[in-house]
C-alpha cells in the first residue's frame, strides 16, 4: 500500500489537477508516519475511490487529446482530386 499511496500523493501526480484527491493519500500518510491510522478501511476505501475518479478524468482526457489529434490530421490530409 505504502508505494501506491506515495505515488498518488506526490507532486508530479497532483500537478495534472489532482491536488485535491491527493489529500486522501497525503493524510494517511501522515498518520502512518506517526503510529496511528484510524478507521483504515474506510480510509483504504476513500484512496481507492479518488484514485478511480482520477483515473477516469485522466483517461477521459486523454480520449479528448487523441479526438482532437485525429480531426487534426484528417482536416490536414489532402484531398483526392475527382
Do not use: I
Amino acid at each position: 500500500m505504502r508505494p501506491r499511496r506515495h505515488s498518488l500523493k506526490s507532486r508530479q501526480r497532483a500537478s495534472v489537477g489532482a491536488v485535491a484527491r491527493s489529500e486522501p493519500c497525503r493524510s494517511v500518510e501522515v498518520d502512518a508516519r506517526a503510529g496511528s491510522v484510524t478507521d483504515a478501511p474506510g480510509r483504504v476505501r476513500a484512496v481507492e475511490a479518488e484514485f478511480a475518479a482520477a483515473r477516469d478524468a485522466l483517461l477521459a482526457s486523454a480520449r479528448v487529446a487523441d479526438n482532437g489529434a485525429a480531426n487534426a490530421r484528417m482536416s490536414t490530409t489532402p484531398q483526392e482530386a475527382d
